[in-house]
């Protein structure tokens, strides 16, 4: 059985992914910042404004962790994308079968 670290991509793979992890990235920034306007609309105080600042740090924190671009860790980023929401599987059409297959594996083991 072939581990993930094992999987090579191929340069119209890494296009693809590169460009899927972007999008989704986008996807979830464009989301966070609709958020972040709504709360910053009811912000009364300091105690808000704090509130919201620890909330941008953890997920600041969060993102930098989710979205991590090495090969090696793709196949598990991509799963956690596609059971968020954030990618479809159309996202990755051209990946090869073996890796969007595990990929679904992934998310339903997630």
Not at 9 to 31: G, V
Not at 39 to 65: C, K, M, N, P, Y
Not at 88 to 97: C, E, Y
């Amino acid at each position: 059985m072939m581990h993930t670290s094992e999987l090579q991509w191929t340069a119209q793979e890494q296009s693809i992914a590169k460009a899927a992890f972007d999008r989704a990235y986008q996807r979830e920034i464009q989301a966070l910042v609709q958020l972040v306007r709504d709360q910053a609309g009811s912000i009364a105080g300091t105690d808000d404004v704090w509130r919201l600042h620890d909330f941008l740090s953890a997920r600041r924190h969060e993102l930098d962790g989710k979205y991590d671009e090495r090969e090696s860790a793709l196949l598990f980023v991509f799963a956690d994308l596609l059971k968020a929401g954030w990618l479809s599987l159309d996202d990755l059409n051209g990946l090869d079968a073996l890796k969007l297959s595990k990929i679904t594996a992934l998310t339903r083991l997630m």
